[in-house]
């Protein structure tokens, strides 16, 4: 597609179980973003790939989570044994890689832990 | 570190209207400058960007301007429409690879 997708858009998990969130980035798109939205706050930067390479995980807010983009376009982000506070909008955003390139944002997986 | 501080909503305003969202930023390098908006229901889209100072951003007639003396970029838009009822959100990016720190978003609801 012409746009960053993502998937599921909408997750609803017990307490303790892992996810899995799935970005698909524009095509030839070098830079790859995760960020997460708490409601009614702005997104706040996960981690960031340059192709295949995590070169910033530093935004990881605890060992639970762990992205990767092993061929240097899809990427996933998986959160192990879900807490309530996970709870959130996770975006993907890609772009060309040049300093000044716009970045494009997915609509987001909206994450509900009960 | 980098911060981006925005007026809290939510604002409230009636159509033609004039608006003007404060954002003010503190960053330790010189950066790039965004206004994004988010509709209801919908992804972060960018609205308008500024890469270096005095530079003016435009998009569906909101403008901001980069102003390093004074660390801001404030938005306008000289008639709002219902249209344009949304969260905006400023932000920067100043690392070489633009990991973008936002601010908190403001809720901008337009009445008829």
């Known amino acids: 597609g012409a746009g960053v997708s993502q998937s599921p858009r909408y997750k609803v998990a017990k307490r303790g179980q892992d996810v899995a969130l799935r970005c698909d980035p524009i095509s030839g798109h070098v830079s790859l973003f995760w960020y997460q939205q708490a409601l009614g706050q702005g997104p706040e930067f996960l981690t960031y790939?340059?192709?295949?390479?995590?070169?910033?995980k530093s935004g990881l807010p605890s060992d639970r989570f762990f992205a990767e983009r092993p061929e240097g376009s899809v990427s996933t982000l998986k959160i192990q044994r879900t807490q309530q506070e996970d709870s959130a909008v996770y975006l993907c955003?890609?772009?060309?890689?040049?300093?000044?390139?716009?970045?494009?944002f997915g609509e987001g997986s909206w994450l509900t832990v009960v | 570190g980098n911060s981006v501080t925005q007026m809290e909503g939510p604002v409230t305003l009636s159509e033609e209207a004039f608006l003007t969202i404060n954002c003010t930023y503190t960053a330790t390098g010189y950066p790039s400058l965004f206004w994004y908006v988010q509709y209801p229901g919908e992804g972060l889209q960018l609205l308008l960007k500024a890469t270096k100072a005095d530079d003016k951003g435009s998009n569906k007639g909101f403008e901001a301007t980069y102003r390093k003396e004074t660390t801001s970029f404030h938005l306008e838009k000289g008639s709002v429409q219902v249209s344009d009822s949304a969260v905006y959100f400023c932000a920067l990016s100043d690392t070489g690879y633009q990991k973008v720190t936002f601010g908190t978003g403001t809720k901008l609801q337009v009445i008829p």
């Open positions: 955003a890609s772009s060309l890689g040049g300093d000044r390139d716009t970045i494009y």
């Open positions: 790939f340059q192709n295949e390479a995590q070169l910033d």
